[in-house]
């Protein structure tokens, strides 16, 4: 595990990175903060009252010396963060909505990144996931030619890592989806140093069994060769074809795939919430995320149950997806 968080720690070093931690006034969030801009690592901006957020720091034993502070009550360029917010919004928001709406940190944060004072965004510690979400896919919005944004895992045990997707966020994804998120994941897993050779799962290898649910799978891996030619991608399969190189010699011999895949994307949101839950608990693999994929800019979302580790390498993973 530390193998992978070093390569990250490289990657990032001496790019001057500025990462937006919205809950400033958290332990968590205050101690992460500290070690990464001890470490110079990148600048952590912790929103909230600069006071409030000073005397926490000083409560917990830790200097933020190195961060910076901002409290959108007082921020002096809310001005600017305002026009611009009403001018994204193209008519959702009034001047006064606006002020309003950047008053919440989430939203503030969102602002900063979108402005490019920031080049990313780690929250979730205390809100939830729609509180960070949302004011991304409104504000940040997705790359051009991403219609959603999607939530992978790393899941590493020892020297073994492997990309789960979508965990997180797309209930019951088409086919077009399912390209664009395997496409997405190829991405994520380059910026992992995982040669991505993609494996899109169901319950029929090769149209072993024939229904709806099989064909979008089947449809997908169509479609995500069809937008990228070069990416090492097949399916559908079942998950031991696409693992177990016996399996794949029997049930698919012929793919480019012979139980060497090491990104895995699930046909829904069940399937891959399941799926990375049972690598995680019984088969002792730690799953790193959920990283969001897909926006413009980089946006993170923790769990309100993380604790300070959690949020430093959310805050790696996200400085390396800001660069």
């Known amino acids: 595990m530390s193998d992978l968080f070093e390569g990250l720690k490289q990657k990032i070093s001496g790019r001057d990175l500025r990462i937006v931690f919205p809950e400033g006034l958290d332990e968590r969030i205050i101690r992460a903060a500290s070690r990464l801009a001890e470490e110079k690592l990148m600048t952590p901006i912790l929103i909230g009252n600069i006071e409030a957020v000073q005397a926490k720091a000083k409560e917990v034993g830790v200097s933020v010396e190195s961060a910076e502070i901002y409290d959108p009550a007082t921020y002096a360029g809310m001005d600017e963060l305002v026009v611009s917010f009403v001018e994204r919004r193209k008519g959702k928001a009034t ?19 979108y402005l490019n004072k920031a080049h990313g965004l780690v929250s979730g510690a205390a809100h939830s996931t729609a509180d960070t979400v949302r004011p991304a896919l409104q504000i940040i919005k997705t790359k051009a030619g991403v219609k959603k944004t999607s939530g992978v895992f790393i899941m ?52 072993s069994a024939k229904s709806p649910e099989t064909e979008r799978v089947a ?36 793919s480019v795939l012979q139980g060497d895949a090491n990104v895995f994307i699930f046909p829904s949101l069940e399937a891959g919430n399941i799926g990375y839950k049972i690598a995680q608990r019984l088969g002792g693999f730690e799953a790193v995320g959920p990283i969001l994929q897909g926006l413009n800019a980089p946006v993170n979302d923790l769990s309100r149950g993380c604790n300070e580790e959690d949020v430093y390498k959310l805050a790696l993973i996200t400085a390396a997806q800001g660069l």
């Open 219 to 254: 449809e997908a891996v169509a479609e995500a060769k069809r937008r990228d030619a070069s990416l090492v991608l097949d399916g559908e399969f079942q998950f031991d074809a696409a693992f177990v190189p016996s399996v794949a010699k029997s049930k698919a011999p012929g």
């Open 95 to 113: 001047e006064e909505d606006a002020r309003k709406i950047l008053l919440d940190e989430n939203y503030f944060g969102t602002m900063l990144v």
């Open 156 to 207: 590493v045990r020892e020297d073994e890592k492997y990309v789960f997707a979508d965990c997180a966020i797309n209930i019951a994804p088409d086919s077009m989806d399912l390209a664009e998120i395997a496409i997405e994941s190829a991405k994520t897993a380059e910026m992992f140093d995982i040669e991505p050779r993609i494996a899109m799962l169901s319950f029929s290898t090769k149209g």
